[in-house]
């Protein structure tokens, strides 16, 4: 089994920044890719980062230039630094690690971003 823990959300002001922790623990022998979803009141659960085993990224195109993703396999860690936040950014992010195929969710955190 694997645990996914999210933490470093919170209120910002608009052009803020904020850096996400994802901590995956458990039965992880290696992370095949991590992503970063997050959902707003009202709307659809949005993609908004991945990366891979080898460190390939991915972003949203409502995020490129504003966030990077990165990793510490060591400590089985990933980051999302977002920084110029809007306050469309604001929502519940979630990130989800995929460890031999399934992926394991953590319960999110909310950011709030105020204009």
């Known amino acids: 089994q694997v645990q996914v823990v999210e933490s470093g959300g919170g209120l910002v002001q608009a052009g803020g920044s904020l850096r996400l922790s994802c901590a995956a623990s458990g039965s992880i022998f290696s992370i095949d890719f991590v992503e970063w979803y997050r959902q707003a009141p009202g709307k659809q659960r949005e993609l908004v980062s991945t990366i891979s085993g080898d460190g390939k990224t991915n972003y949203a195109d409502s995020v490129k230039g504003r966030f990077t993703i990165s990793r510490d396999n060591a400590k089985n860690m990933v980051y999302l630094q977002m920084n110029n936040l809007k306050p469309e950014d604001t929502a519940v992010y979630s990130c989800?690690?995929?460890?031999?195929?399934?992926?394991?969710w953590g319960q999110g955190t909310q950011v709030t971003v105020s204009s």
């Open positions: 989800r690690v995929v460890v031999s195929a399934t992926g394991y």
